[in-house]
């Protein structure tokens, strides 16, 4: 029997091409997300992927919504994640332009509408740190529970976490911060399954042409990327370590297959190895 994933984020957009990755290497896929909404397919082969998955909602801060999905899981993923305290800047990067300027990018500034008040999930500490030690303390207790009929190997299991490469300029340092203490919690539980953590840099989508604030960010730093490497030909460690390169969330997925597929492997996938995969 094809063994079972499970995407916790699974309907976003790094989530969704982990899911559609998983499909094609040939799991049985589950998505966990408070909507249990499918994503919109936009190509063509798009709808036979989809139909695969098991789109289910549950809220990843109350266990008791979705640990019966962990039962018999091998794989779980964490997929979720938040670069500003702000919830409003989720909606606008995936917003299409106006001649507004203004309001295009007020939630990048930290100091954007002081009045509106984001859940009080929304803070780096509980959905970057929080969130992946609840799930992985659940994921624990099921195979705790599990083992004491059978002894199944831990090199069997893993639990993938997307971090991040570095902090990003103009970013709180509470983004970084919260990930590497996150990926501290989860490597103290490698006696229950193999931790794996991702780090990419910005990711774009390889399908996605819309002119959009996620598509104008990219091409920015494609074009610094490019100025560093061709003008300055990467000799600023300082530039070097700033201006990083992009990846797609293609690349990050089948990365994450391959590491999940790999039982010997545990630890962190860098940026670099994602890009060489
Ligand atoms: N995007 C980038 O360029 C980038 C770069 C580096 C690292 N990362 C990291 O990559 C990860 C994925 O990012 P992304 O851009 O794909 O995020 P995203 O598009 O915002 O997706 C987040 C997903 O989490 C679900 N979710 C949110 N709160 C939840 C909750 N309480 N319980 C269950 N599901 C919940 C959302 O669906 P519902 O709203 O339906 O719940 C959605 O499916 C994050 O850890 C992020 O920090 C992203």
Redesign the pocket.
Known sequence: MASKLVV????????KRICQEAVTAGHRVVS????G?APQGTELNDKQWIQEVQWTA????RPESYHELLKDASNVVH?????LENENY?KTLSKTPTNDSKSYFSPFQTGSNPLKKSSP?FTYEMM?KQ?AVILANTFKQEILAKSKGEQAKVSERSFTY?S?DKGFPMIPSGYINSKREAEIELERMQEYFRPIIVR????FDERRNAIGPRSLIHSALELLYCGNKFLLQNKLQFMNDLIRPTVSTQQVSHSILKKIENSDFKGVVTLEEILKT
């Open positions: 916790f984020g699974g309907n976003g957009f790094l989530g966990v997300s408070r909507s909404k549950a809220d990843i801060f997929s979720l994640g938040i670069l989720k999930n970057n969130s997307i991040a990419p840099g910005f990711m």
